[in-house]
């Protein structure tokens, strides 16, 4: 059964180190993939005593991935963590936005956002239960592309943005985290520093 599960793998402060034991852990298992995101300081997360990574726990990743030739192979079969894959992503070039609306989420009351991090009501269709999917989403479609429209501006409306080696991978990053985190869809997400850090780490 191993090769149909995926782990799921919340990067944190504490837990950084432990990655090459896990995936050489689920690789023994024949788990199919382990996948790593960045821990969201939100809900509980918020009055936990857990961190995001610092940018150096990336950059050690990315050493790691470097000079460790059995991790590196290890990592390429089954592993997927942020770091890593940012840099051998950097030269493909954004959307320019988040990939929302691609896989929606549906909640117990018939609320449907765009996305499962963004939960704001100012942008969801109410009342899918009581008719068809395709109903549902053709009134969110308004509210959905004026968050599209704000979502492609990102990277040219956000100061922190501005002269960032990572601007035209992450196009201004993740609105959802930002609105999540800091309470407003124009702020910077809040992964800038860990992305700044892979951007300008250098293989030599």
Same mark, same amino acid.
């Given at each position: 059964f191993?090769s149909?599960?995926?782990?799921?793998?919340?990067?944190?402060?504490?837990?950084?180190?432990e990655?090459?034991?896990?995936l050489? &852990?689920? %690789?023994w298992? +024949?788990?199919?993939e382990?996948?790593?995101?960045? $821990?969201?300081?939100h809900?509980? =997360? @918020?009055?936990s005593?857990?961190?995001?990574p610092?940018?150096?726990?990336?950059?050690?990743l990315?050493?790691?991935?470097?000079?460790d030739?059995?991790?590196r192979? &290890?990592? %390429?079969k089954i +592993?997927?963590?942020s770091?890593?894959?940012?840099? $051998?992503?950097r030269?493909?070039? =954004? @959307?320019?936005c988040?990939?929302?609306?691609?896989?929606?989420?549906l909640?117990?009351?018939?609320?449907?956002?765009p996305c499962?991090?963004?939960?704001?009501e100012?942008?969801?269709a109410?009342?899918a239960?009581?008719?068809?999917?395709?109903?549902?989403?053709a009134?969110?479609?308004?509210?959905?592309?004026?968050?599209?429209?704000?979502?492609r501006?990102?990277a040219?409306?956000i100061e922190?943005?501005?002269?960032?080696?990572?601007?035209?991978?992450?196009?201004?990053?993740c609105?959802?985290?930002?609105?999540?985190v800091?309470?407003?869809?124009?702020?910077?997400?809040d992964?800038c520093?860990?992305?700044?850090?892979v951007?300008e780490?250098t293989?030599g």
């Open positions: 191993g149909r599960i995926t782990i799921n793998f919340t990067e944190m402060r504490h837990n950084m180190a990655i090459p034991g896990l050489f &852990l689920a %690789d298992f +024949g788990v199919k382990v996948v790593g995101s960045t $821990l969201l300081v809900g509980r =997360a @918020s009055s005593p857990f961190q995001p610092l940018p150096s726990q990336y950059t050690d990315l050493d790691r991935y470097r000079q030739a059995g991790f192979k &290890l990592y %390429d +592993g997927r963590f770091a890593i894959e940012w840099w $051998l992503g030269e493909e070039g =954004a @959307s320019g988040c990939s929302f609306a691609e896989t929606l989420y909640t117990a009351d018939g609320l449907l956002f499962a991090l963004l939960h704001s100012e942008f969801a109410r009342g239960f009581g008719r068809t999917l395709a109903e549902a989403i009134e969110a479609v308004p509210l959905w592309s004026g968050l599209l429209e704000t979502c501006r990102r040219e409306t922190n943005c501005r002269g960032c080696p990572a601007k035209g991978h992450c196009g201004g990053g609105p959802a985290r930002a609105l999540l800091h309470g407003d869809l124009g702020c910077p997400e992964r520093e860990l992305r700044k850090a951007f780490w293989q």
